[in-house]
């Protein structure tokens, strides 16, 4: 576990000493604000629900943003040789990188509390839906930061690491907007592996074990093909 929160903090630290943290928060921030305030007094009372809905589509972008280097960069530069010849498991690389991000992704929504904190001077706000909507946000970043992870660990290329990511996000989020097209079975079952019919769910103050339960499935499988993906460089 020491080994584990080592390469974590490592990971969480290398953001702050570039500009990549400070950037990607920055313009989740700004565009977060651009778009809610500009629709948040025409619904004439107080809630956060399209806050929420909003941040749900600035991440699935901005997460491979901070993903995309986790593994490509090491590959690039040759560090990951260096990296599992250590005393240190395939599996405590993957889970400190993904711990060091989910810091970083942590202290993104922490900041994006100052949104509901103002709405509530607007209003009686509940706060019961808001909660939610922060648990229905960090389950969904932990499936997206293992995508990306997962993503990182199939080439030493970013870009390519970021669009491999960010196609899968998207998938997982658009799925949704063709539904209608499709037939009523096929329907019921990609409508239960999108992430808005999940998320809406938690965000209108419902928190089902179902849901919970999915995005935790889709981290776990994300982790263990970054996991495969890393231990195959062993053999070759």
């Known amino acids: 576990m020491q080994n584990t929160l080592t390469i974590a903090g490592r990971q969480f630290r290398s953001?702050?000493?570039?500009?990549?943290?400070?950037?990607?928060?920055?313009?989740?921030?700004?565009?977060?604000?651009?778009f809610f305030?500009?629709?948040?007094f025409l619904?004439?009372?107080?809630?956060?629900?399209?806050?929420?809905?909003?941040?749900?589509?600035i991440l699935v972008f901005?997460?491979?943003?901070?993903?995309?280097?986790?593994?490509?960069?090491?590959?690039?530069?040759?560090?990951?040789?260096?990296?599992?010849t250590m005393p240190v498991t395939d599996a405590q690389v993957i889970l400190g990188k993904f711990l060091g991000v989910a810091g970083l992704y942590g202290i993104m929504l922490l900041l994006t509390l100052a949104y509901p904190m103002s709405i509530s001077t607007l209003g009686n706000l509940d706060?019961?839906?808001?909660?939610?909507?922060?648990?229905?946000?960090?389950?969904?970043?932990?499936?997206?930061?293992?995508?990306?992870l997962m993503a990182s660990s199939f080439t030493d290329n970013q870009l390519v690491a970021l669009f491999i990511a960010l196609t899968i996000?998207?998938?997982?989020?658009?799925?949704?907007?063709?539904?209608?097209?499709?037939?009523?079975?096929?329907a019921s079952i990609f409508e239960w592996i999108s992430f808005n019919y999940h998320f809406d769910s938690m965000t209108r103050g419902v928190v089902d074990?179902?849901?919970?339960?999915?995005?935790?499935?889709?981290?776990?499988?994300?982790?263990?093909?970054?996991?495969?993906?890393?231990?195959?460089?062993?053999?070759?």
């Open 37 to 40: 305030w500009q629709t948040f």
């Open 62 to 84: 901005a997460v491979p943003a901070l993903t995309m280097g986790l593994i490509a960069e090491e590959k690039r530069t040759g560090t990951i040789e260096l990296l599992i």
């Open 15 to 34: 953001f702050f000493n570039g500009a990549t943290a400070y950037i990607v928060m920055a313009i989740v921030l700004m565009v977060l604000g651009f």
């Open 127 to 148: 706060w019961g839906p808001v909660w939610t909507g922060y648990v229905a946000l960090a389950l969904q970043g932990a499936a997206m930061v293992a995508i990306g």
């Open 169 to 186: 996000n998207l998938f997982f989020w658009m799925i949704s907007l063709f539904l209608p097209l499709l037939p009523s079975e096929l």
């Open 43 to 57: 619904f004439g009372r107080a809630t956060a629900r399209e806050m929420f809905t909003w941040l749900f589509r």
């Open 209 to 236: 074990l179902r849901d919970v339960l999915y995005f935790l499935s889709v981290a776990a499988i994300a982790l263990m093909v970054a996991f495969r993906s890393l231990e195959s460089r062993r053999w070759r």
